[in-house]
């Protein structure tokens, strides 16, 4: 993270903006509004973080939304959104980046821990994205990549005596084994990361279909 970044908060009740103003400062910013950004002449955004907004939503109201949060991006920005537990300790995200051309695409999906409450894999499918939470069902690629990490993490479970980072890095390892593509940097892993690398333009329907690496 850079220090130095502007942040804007955006919300779309007036009486939480209200209750947010006082903390402004230098390089924070509260405004009122929705999925399309209330930016001024000149300003641009190159990251947005949408968590706990989409999953309020129907499903069949995600894409029209990232399109419309897309559309405020700078070319190479990023959008990350997803659903968290109320203290943000497990969550996993949609990564969404925005071409040349100005198409969003989709660049995978994440999942995040920072070990406080344990580690297996069932413990992230409450918090799987709009596009996915009610997907977990046989046929369904999430359904089968949840199944193929519980697996992999049974297979692993040994490894849990030396602590439940290198259970994690190990249920990883274990299920790029399988052929699912998954990210096995060593850094991201101990950080708590692993993301399911999947490629497609948003417009496109790639949010909620079987995409390849």
Known sequence: MNPALPVLGVEIDPDRVERALPYEDSLTRFRLGGFNLPLLPGESARLIRVFNVLRQYEESEVQDALLTLGEQLIPGGRIIEGTSDPFGRIWVANLLRKQADGELWVEGLLFSTNFRWGFEPAIFQPRLPKNFIHRMLPGETI???????????????????????????????????????VETRKRPLRQGYLLWKRSGRVRDGALFRDLPA
């Open 143 to 181: 359904d089968a990549f949840m199944s193929a990490w519980k697996g992999a993490a049974l297979a692993t479970i040994g490894v849990r005596t030396l602590g439940l980072r290198q259970w994690f890095i190990a249920s990883a390892l274990a299920l790029r084994e399988l052929g699912w593509p």
